[in-house]
């Protein structure tokens, strides 16, 4: 694979940063924190902690009843059976975004450059809205476990929290209830065996391909659909770390710095198969501010420290661009590795400046740009880069998260109603 030139370029080791993680992948209890010491006691994090599961438990399976509920209507009209899941999966967005704004509020900075200029304004009262258009692949860098949650909510500041796909690994079908309700959304599970996954997969992106009717489509009778993948296949890790320098010592290229290198294969499939009903590609570099360097993200920013201790990470920072779909090269396999691997070079880049300054770079230029056809609309207009975002995750509306109960509450309405004509009757 060529490297266009890019040299090979390899942090500073003039001065050794003291390391937060141990050899056996634990905090150092005597260095700092990135987010600070702990923030709640034994007890208060005791107490945070049986919320959390009595709320996302008790949550989900609200859900995952509200989905056996609707699960009959695939043999009715198929129709209003996505359309029904399509709305538990919003409901799902809305748990995880509540659950982060309840336990563990987080300052979210977002930017991009000048591809998607236009497409991403702050609200009089702080929130984040995109326009991005209805139906595109996003691709991104994998840091932590918790990426595809603030990738949901981005999807929920353009009203698409309910037509989002993610591709995760087979093995979380068979967790209780969460397993069988990501299948019910249509997740797309893979074993990352690429003669095993081929068939599933190219069967799960015909269903995306497919028309339907009813009030959850969108234009062209095409259902609305953000398709994320991580073409690094795995999250920023000491193992993924190991498994990147492996593959660019195998193919002569580059390792990077601050990312993994990226795999071909199950990005230009996807793409082959989605370039009749799919315009642009979107690309997120994703950075959690107060990773020290040459750490990862997942050992600091763990579940317990994040929801429990109170020590989220300073700030999520995410940069947004655009590619079109007919500028890619995706029937070359050469020609598409190198420019999917100068896409991570650009991201390493990108990633690089992050580290340095604790900023992305931002367009805040003028000029005339193309609205993406989402909360805002079609057409070309003259605006300005909205620079750098700073926002939080949350509800636009704090009783939107009472939606989830809706389809439960009138199903006891029926039965109740029916009940009652019965005694009356009988």
């Known amino acids: 694979m060529a490297t266009n030139g890019v040299k090979q370029r390899f942090p500073s080791t003039s001065v050794k940063p003291k390391p937060l993680i141990s050899v056996e992948g634990k905090i150092n209890v005597k260095e700092e924190h990135p987010a600070g010491p702990v923030k709640h006691g034994t007890y208060s994090q005791a107490l945070r902690m049986v919320l959390f599961v009595v709320y996302f438990v008790g949550s989900c399976l609200c859900i995952f009843v509200t989905q056996l509920l609707g699960a009959p209507l695939y043999f009715y009209n198929k129709d209003f059976f996505y359309a029904w899941m399509a709305i538990t999966k919003q409901h799902f967005g809305l748990i995880i975004i509540t659950m982060t704004q309840w336990w563990s509020p987080t300052v979210v900075r977002v930017s991009g450059d000048k591809t998607v200029r236009g497409q991403l304004r702050k609200t009089e009262d702080g929130r984040l809205e995109s326009d991005f258009p209805e139906r595109i692949i996003v691709i991104a860098n994998h840091q932590i476990y918790a990426d595809w949650l603030y990738m949901w909510w981005f999807a929920y500041t353009a009203r698409m929290h309910g037509h989002i796909y993610i591709i995760l690994k087979e093995s979380i079908k068979y967790i209780p209830i969460i397993g069988q309700g990501m299948m019910f959304f249509s997740f797309v599970l893979l074993s990352r065996k690429w003669a095993k996954d081929k068939p599933r997969f190219q069967h799960?992106?015909?269903?995306?391909?497919?028309?339907?009717?009813?009030?959850?489509?969108?234009?062209?009778?095409?259902?609305?659909?953000?398709?994320?993948?991580?073409?690094?296949?795995t999250n920023l890790s000491k193992n993924g770390r190991a498994g990147s320098k492996k593959w660019a010592e195998k193919t002569g290229i580059p390792d990077l710095r601050h990312a993994l290198l990226p795999r071909s294969t199950g990005l230009q499939f996807t793409l082959q198969e989605m370039r009749k009903t799919v315009d642009w590609v979107y690309d997120c570099t994703l950075a959690y501010e107060g990773v020290p360097p040459g750490q990862f993200g997942q050992d600091i920013f763990t579940l317990r420290g994040t929801y429990f201790e109170g020590r989220p990470p300073k700030s999520v920072n995410m940069h947004w661009r655009r590619f079109a779909m007919?500028?890619?090269?995706?029937?070359?396999?050469?020609?598409?590795?190198?420019?999917?691997?100068?896409?991570?070079?650009e991201k390493d880049e990108i990633l690089d400046q992050f580290v340095k300054t604790g900023r992305f770079p931002a367009d805040s230029g003028e000029g005339i740009i193309a609205h993406g056809g989402g909360l805002i609309g079609h057409g070309k207009i003259n605006t300005e880069g909205a620079g750098h975002i700073e926002t939080s995750v949350k509800a636009s509306n704090p009783l939107e998260i009472l939606q989830m109960f809706v389809p439960l509450v009138t199903l006891f309405l029926i039965v109740n109603v029916f009940r009652k004509l019965y005694l009356m009757l009988f």
């Open 204 to 233: 799960r992106l015909q269903k995306l391909n497919s028309k339907h009717g009813g009030f959850m489509s969108g234009s062209h009778l095409l259902d609305p659909m953000w398709l994320l993948i991580f073409p690094e296949g």
């Open 326 to 345: 007919s500028s890619i090269p995706i029937d070359d396999i050469k020609e598409f590795e190198d420019w999917l691997l100068q896409r991570w070079i």
